[in-house]
C-alpha cells in the first residue's frame, strides 16, 4: 500500500513564525502536491513538484514556498505564517502524469494564533 | 473563479437506498474525472473515476456518469450503506502546456446514510 505521511497531525503557532510541514511517500512517486481543506471551498491546491528540486505554483501559492530536495520528501514552508493561513493541509503524491489518482496523507490541522 | 461545482453540501439517505451525488464543471478541457471520500481526520481516498471519452464507469456499488455536453457527471451509489458516510469530492483534471496534469477539486458533499 502506498503511504504518505505528515509530519504532525496538529500544529499552533504564532503570527509571524516560520512553519515548516514535511510530507513523505514511500511509493517513488514522481509527482507531490500540497492542498489546503478550508469549509465550503473544498481542495484548493498550492504548490506541486513533479520531479526533485521542481516546483510549479498551484491556484494559491501567496504566502507558502516548497521545498523537494529528495524524491520522497515535499515540504511547505510558510515563510510568516498569519492568521488566514489557519486551515487543514494535505500532502498528496501520483506516480507519474499517467496516473491520475493521487494518494493523500492524514493532514495536518494548523492553527495561528 | 470555481471550475468545479458541488451545489449540494449536504445529502441524506435512508440505508439501502440510492445516493446520487452531483458534480458540474466548466472547463472543456477537463478529460479525466474522479472521486474521493474523505472521512473525518483522514486524508480522501481515491474512489472511482472516468476518462471523458466514456460515459459511465462502475465498480461494486459505485457507478459514476459523465454528460459531457451537459458538463455534469454524478456517482450514484447503490445500495447505501452507514459506512459511506463521508465528505465527497469530485475532481477534474486536465493536462497544461508545461506536460503536467493539474487537479481541480470540488467543495465537497457530505453524505450521511442513515440506519
Known amino acids: 500500500d502506498v503511504k504518505v505521511t505528515q509530519s504532525s497531525r496538529y500544529l499552533v503557532k504564532r503570527t509571524g513564525e516560520k512553519v515548516f510541514l514535511e510530507c513523505v511517500q514511500d511509493?517513488?512517486?514522481?509527482?507531490m502536491f500540497w492542498y489546503r481543506q478550508d469549509p465550503g471551498l473544498g481542495l484548493r491546491l498550492i504548490y506541486f513538484?513533479?520531479?526533485?528540486?521542481?516546483?510549479e505554483k498551484g491556484d494559491i501559492p501567496e504566502g507558502y514556498s516548497v521545498s523537494r530536495e529528495k524524491k520522497e520528501r515535499f515540504s511547505l514552508i510558510l515563510e510568516s505564517a498569519s492568521t488566514n493561513q489557519t486551515s487543514m493541509y494535505l500532502c498528496?503524491?501520483?506516480?507519474?502524469?499517467?496516473?491520475?489518482?493521487?494518494?493523500f496523507g492524514p493532514g495536518t490541522r494548523l492553527t495561528v494564533t | 473563479d470555481q471550475q468545479v461545482k458541488q451545489n449540494s453540501p449536504s445529502l441524506s439517505v435512508q440505508e439501502g437506498r440510492i445516493s446520487i451525488l452531483n458534480c458540474d464543471y466548466t472547463?472543456?478541457?477537463?478529460?479525466?474525472f474522479l472521486w474521493y471520500k474523505k472521512y473525518p481526520a483522514e486524508g480522501p481516498t481515491f474512489l472511482i473515476s472516468?476518462?471523458?471519452?466514456?460515459d459511465k464507469n462502475e465498480d461494486g456499488r459505485f457507478t459514476v456518469f459523465l454528460n459531457k455536453s451537459a458538463k455534469h457527471l454524478s456517482l450514484h451509489i447503490v445500495p447505501s450503506q452507514p459506512g459511506d458516510s463521508a465528505v465527497y469530492f469530485c475532481?477534474?483534471?486536465?493536462?497544461?502546456?508545461?506536460?503536467?496534469?493539474?487537479?481541480?477539486f470540488g467543495t465537497g458533499t457530505k453524505l450521511q446514510v442513515i440506519p
Open positions: 513538484s513533479y520531479d526533485v528540486k521542481m516546483k
Open positions: 472547463n472543456s478541457m477537463f478529460d479525466y
Open positions: 498528496a503524491s501520483s506516480f507519474d502524469w499517467g496516473q491520475h489518482e493521487q494518494y
Open positions: 475532481a477534474a483534471s486536465a493536462l497544461y502546456s508545461g506536460g503536467y496534469q493539474k487537479v481541480t
Open positions: 511509493m517513488d512517486h514522481e509527482n
Open positions: 472516468i476518462s471523458s471519452i466514456k
